[in-house]
């Protein structure tokens, strides 16, 4: 473990020993894949407390962690907004990808751990961040590249995301997390093992470092740097004795 996962891991508990002499919900900044792996591999040394995390929707991959105590004094939210980013002429805008707006919002000075996911549409994105700096980025944000662009709060009930996602079928010789992975993102198997390996692939938000993982239909599979799939499940068996298998690539 590095100094850096040391130093979360510390952070978590005293967020929980907060929570739990406080009597209250307390939350942590959002966080990335491997620090909510860490944040899961908790549970089982703060089971007097409910462990939970969100990232404004469903499928949020960057989240935010909460400790609650089993009778909180009071029930609190997640701190956090979604802000709607659109143009203010999309005649004249350019076509802005996820990196542009990561890379707007952070010239403007916030650090990572303020920001969750940027979803990116055809005529706008959707950024979802901490409550505390969204006035901030409403009032700051005002152009990405060379577009000029409005930014306006979106409450939770007017929020409204449908995942885009490719549907992939092939045959595998078995339902392996490898070949899962070099079916999905059309790889070689080799090319994705040190993937695996070097901690970059997680299933449900956890952790997997073996290649011969065999995940279960419904199953999230995520890829650091390269997307994540659904495995959708099997569909009998080639002439050869391969297994036809369908994913969901979100797109």
Known sequence: MTREEQQLE???????????????AVFSDFLNLNELNIFQSLRPEFSYLKM????GYELAERQIAVFRPEA??????YPICCLKITPLNVKFAESLNHRDYLGAI??????????????????????????RMADFIRENLTRIRHTSVYVEQVEAEDFHYEPKYKEVGGTVASVRLDK??????NASRSSLTGLI???KVFVNGKLVTSNGYEPKEGDLVSVRGMGRFRFQGTGGQSKKGREYVTLWRYI
């Open 10 to 24: 510390k952070h978590f508990r005293d967020l929980a020993r907060t929570a739990y002499q406080r009597g209250i």
């Open 197 to 199: 390996e070097g901690g």
């Open 106 to 131: 952070l010239n403007l000075g916030l650090e990572r751990t303020c920001l969750g996911d940027i979803l990116v549409e055809d005529d706008a994105a959707y950024l979802f961040c901490l409550e």
């Open 180 to 185: 899962l992975l070099a079916l999905a993102f």
């Open 72 to 77: 909180p004094v009071f029930y609190a939210d």
């Open 52 to 55: 939970e995390s969100f990232g």
